[in-house]
């Protein structure tokens, strides 16, 4: 069982490596955004709170994701562990992440983060927003909100996870699968010396 956290800024390609590690490890996605926009479209009173977050770039407050995420945790039973995609983006969340994992007998193993410059990610965004419509995607201000908000808050959770010699920065750039065999060469690595 591996635990492991897939972070980056917005449209650094998370998602499409979360699916791409799925399927090779069998590991058990948990994407907070994906969550969240689930609740949305299906109205619930989750969703109309985290919306108005969304839809600004903001962060969804950290007590609401926190126990959004555990119960999320408490509803899986996976057996080769999770990829927290999205999460934590904040050091409370970090806190949260690692003193529930501990109240289960489980840490994270490893937190890789797939780095990739900014103008490139502006790019990638609005294309996705052409592509899919997400409404976060197609307006450049939102977008550069959620990068602005990254940088001030989320890019911290690096130091988080460097501080415990768990955090391992890969080339964003590239081909999907050139990305992946990075990330992959990380977790295998990890996996050896479990
Ligand atoms: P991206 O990484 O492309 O910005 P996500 O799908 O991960 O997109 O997240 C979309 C939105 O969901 C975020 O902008 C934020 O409002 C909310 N969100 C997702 N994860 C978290 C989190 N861990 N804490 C707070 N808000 C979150």
Known sequence: MLNIV??????????T?????????????LSTGDIFRYNTKNKTELGQLAQSYMDKGELVPDEVTIAMLESEVEKSNTSKGFIFDGFPRT???????????????QS???MTALEVPEPELIKRLLLRGADSGRADDTDESIIKNRIQVYN?????????????NKFRAINGIGSIDEIFDRLCAVIDAVEETK
Do not use: C, M, W
Request: without cysteine.
């Open 6 to 15: 897939l972070f980056g800024p917005p449209g650094a390609g998370k998602g």
């Open 91 to 105: 050091i409370p969340q970090a806190e949260a992440l690692d003193k529930f994992l501990a109240g289960r007998g």
């Open 152 to 164: 001030d808050q989320t890019a911290v959770v690096a130091n988080y996870y460097s501080a415990q």
């Open 108 to 110: 994270i193993a490893v």
């Open 17 to 29: 490596q979360s699916e791409k590690l799925i399927a090779k490890y069998g590991f058990t996605h």
